[in-house]
């Protein structure tokens, strides 16, 4: 049976380059060794003057879902047509600047093609300008056929240029872009060769102005799989920053950072990157981070507003009213618990386990946390009720101390309260302020008991006996020291 030949050709995305089949106007000596003269003949007509037809290409031939012969060549010029049967074909190709950190892996004969790779060898080396694509199905009768392939790039090119830093004593600082893909399928779908994302260190210099600069191809990322992540060393430091977006394929980006010194002790970073086609007009990009130790200095971050209340997402508060039958009901006001709704006195909830030992409060931060602010407002009208005058604060660990009956709690201090005048701080607002947990922030804790151990009555009496306090609403603010 006669074979016949499928040309193979690549065009240029960023010229618009396409690929078509033409009548040879030279001679014989044009046609492949393995073709005769009365083969029909397919030549390429390039139309594009683009460096893209220089780089090194590969051809796959693919039947039936799996590689049935390929070809390379050191241009796109080089990639004679393949020699077939009648049938119905898919022809994959590949362009590539240099193919030293390339590994292409599955590309063998009668292998699948959805399993074969191309892979960077090595992340930590220059990448090379890459380009995909296929012509989709062809069919291939007796008088030949032609597979057009518009190849897209599947890498991105970066432009950094950091200003600020002109003072700083160093000739180089690297920027790290973190959360790339390193391999493609045949097809252009990014993946990972490993079970993490890869990482590409780029040195930026310092020119004649003072700025430091740099420009690499790098690999694309994924907002949904993994969130973009730049990080600047400068003198042994790292500044890091997590813009939203992703560096996609076919992009090229110019990230322009601006550094300002401060008094600021905390370094903040952030960035937002434009996305721009290949050969369309560039979108600068401004990022701004402050600069002023060697080492960032840990800080109080807070008050954050814990939401409380009886329902099931927010059920991380109850106290006890007090430890025994005030004469309004045991029933009602010992085993029914407060809910932190200060509108409507019938919500609350009953725990399974509770220490009903004294009137006290029990609250669950979440998480743990390097501090609590604890405020309350005095029950209103009239003189205001029975006052809170003191209560101790114990912080634990255990979730078993936050259920009850158990006694591991870390007594940290006696809050006194100095609004207990009668009616002048009726309905009037008490706070603990921030309680550290440590001097240095280093002790963090999710529980928190307090227990009050002494009153201020209606006529401004200090009380020992603690039944019956009274309180109009309590909000609990969290802090954390980093």
């Given at each position: 049976m006669k074979k016949y030949s499928i040309p193979v050709f690549a065009a240029a995305f960023v010229s618009g380059l396409t690929l078509?089949?033409?009548?040879?106007?030279?001679?014989?000596e044009l046609l492949p060794d393995s073709i005769t003269a009365t083969t029909p003949r397919l030549a390429v007509e390039t139309r594009s003057s683009g460096a893209e037809s220089t780089y090194a290409h590969r051809a796959f031939l693919v039947l039936n879902g799996?590689?049935?012969?390929?070809?390379?060549?050191?241009?796109?010029?080089?990639?004679?047509?393949?020699?077939?049967?009648?049938?119905?074909?898919?022809?994959?190709?590949?362009?590539?600047?240099?193919?030293s950190n390339l590994t292409f892996s599955g590309a063998e004969t009668s292998n699948p093609v959805s399993e074969t790779r191309i892979r960077i060898s090595d992340m930590s080396a220059q990448i090379p300008e890459l380009l995909v694509g296929n012509s989709g199905p062809v069919t291939v009768s007796e008088e030949g056929a032609a597979a057009a392939i518009e190849l897209k790039r599947v890498v991105a090119s970066l432009e950094v240029s950091v200003s600020?830093?002109?003072?700083?004593?160093?000739?180089?600082?690297?920027?790290?872009?973190?959360?790339?893909?390193?391999?493609?399928?045949?097809?252009?779908?990014?993946?990972?060769?490993?079970s993490a994302f890869a990482s590409k260190e780029i040195v930026l210099t310092k020119n004649g102005e003072g700025r430091f600069e740099g420009n690499a191809i790098v690999m694309p990322t994924d907002?949904?799989?993994?969130?973009?992540?730049?990080?600047?060393?400068?003198?042994?430091?790292?500044?890091?920053s997590t813009p939203t977006g992703r560096l996609e394929a076919n992009?090229?980006?110019?990230?322009?950072?601006?550094?300002?010194?401060?008094?600021?002790?905390?370094?903040?970073?952030?960035?937002?990157l434009t996305y721009a086609a290949w050969n369309s007009e560039v979108v600068s990009l401004s990022d701004s981070f402050t600069i002023d130790e060697p080492t960032p200095e840990k800080q109080w971050v807070g008050p954050t507003v814990l939401p409380i209340g009886g329902q099931d997402t927010y059920d991380n508060f109850w106290a006890s009213s007090d430890a025994g039958d005030s004469g309004w009901g045991e029933t009602y006001w010992t085993y029914n618990l407060y809910d932190g709704n200060k509108t409507d006195g019938n919500n609350y909830w009953t725990p399974d386990v509770w220490d009903r030992t004294s009137p006290m409060w029990y609250i669950d931060l979440g998480a743990a946390k390097q501090g609590v602010t604890i405020d309350y407002w005095n029950k209103?009208?009239?003189?205001?009720?029975?006052?809170?005058?003191?209560m101790d604060i114990y912080v634990s660990n255990n979730k078993a101390d936050y259920d009850g009956g158990n006694n591991e709690w870390v007594k940290l201090l006696t809050f006194t309260s100095d609004h207990t005048t009668p009616t002048t701080d009726a309905g009037v607002q008490?706070?603990?302020?921030?309680?550290?947990?440590?001097?240095?922030?280093?002790?963090?804790?999710?529980?928190?008991?307090?227990?009050?151990?002494?009153?201020?009555?209606?006529?401004?009496?200090?009380?020992?006996?603690?039944l019956d306090v009274n309180v109009g609403e309590v909000e609990i603010s969290t802090w954390e020291f980093r």
């Open positions: 078509l089949a033409g009548c040879s106007t030279s001679g014989e799996a590689i049935s012969d390929t070809k390379q060549a050191s241009d796109a010029a080089g990639l004679g047509p393949f020699s077939v049967e009648p049938g119905e074909y898919t022809v994959y190709a590949t362009a590539a600047s240099d193919e600020g830093l002109e003072n700083v004593d160093a000739s180089s600082i690297t920027l790290t872009v973190a959360n790339m893909y390193d391999q493609v399928d045949l097809d252009g779908t990014p993946s990972q060769s490993g907002a949904a799989a993994s969130t973009l992540s730049l990080t600047y060393n400068v003198n042994g430091t790292d500044y890091m992009g090229q980006y110019k990230l322009a950072t601006t550094v300002e010194t401060g008094t600021l002790s905390r370094v903040e970073l952030s960035s937002s209103a009208g009239g003189a205001g009720g029975q006052k809170i005058r003191t008490v706070s603990t302020g921030r309680i550290a947990f440590s001097e240095d922030g280093s002790a963090s804790y999710q529980y928190v008991k307090c227990v009050i151990t002494s009153k201020v009555s209606s006529t401004g009496d200090t009380v020992m006996d603690v």
